[in-house]
């Protein structure tokens, strides 16, 4: 049977994610060199360059989010594997570490679909531009609710690794899980 990660659905995802992720760097680096530009060397002032640059980074930043969660590699204190040398001690650890991720991410997801909703209503809007505040708030819920998804395949996949086939032997190998 053909790993999670390997259907074009899977990888669609993490080309959009990683798509978002490029164009927000990219046009944050732009818009501060160019308010640079104009600052120091224009002196003039781009109104509402501020309100542009932090709605990006939010969904550069949550998008973030999501792709360290998609591959396991957000942020941990993982000194335990100093102290403890069992497989199996590590492996309940981990599960146990993986099942609160998802219990706090499900408090998470059902609070900001709360707080979009309730922020969609009162129509909130940027101070200079006028935007709506919505467009840097939607990225907070994408990602809580893809951060969850992926946390729960992560919890799954702890319990039940996925056996890969070394392709130039032909022998199948355990995955190694966290």
Avoid at 72 to 92: A, E, P, R, V
Avoid at 94 to 100: D, M, Y
Avoid at 103 to 127: K, S, Y
């Amino acid at each position: 049977m053909k790993s999670i990660e390997k259907t074009l659905l899977w990888k669609s995802i993490s080309i959009v994610q990683r798509t978002i992720l490029g164009i927000a760097s990219i046009c944050i680096m732009m818009i501060v060199v160019i308010n640079v530009f104009a600052r120091y060397v224009l002196n003039i002032g781009i109104f509402g360059i501020e309100e542009m640059i932090v709605i990006i980074a939010m969904w550069m930043y949550w998008i973030g989010g999501i792709v360290a969660t998609a591959e396991n590699q957000h942020i941990k204190g993982d000194m335990l594997d100093m102290f403890i040398k069992s497989k199996t001690k590590k492996k309940i650890i981990s599960l146990v570490a993986h099942g609160l991720t998802i219990f706090a991410l499900a408090f998470f997801v059902h609070w900001v679909i709360e707080w979009t909703l309730w922020n969609i209503d009162m129509g909130q809007r940027t101070p200079g531009l006028r935007w709506l505040m919505i467009w840097s708030q939607i990225p907070l819920t994408i990602s809580y609710i893809m951060m969850f998804l992926y946390s729960i395949y992560h919890f799954v996949r702890a319990i039940f690794p996925i056996k890969n086939t070394d392709e130039s032997t032909g022998e199948s190998t355990k995955e190694v899980t966290e």
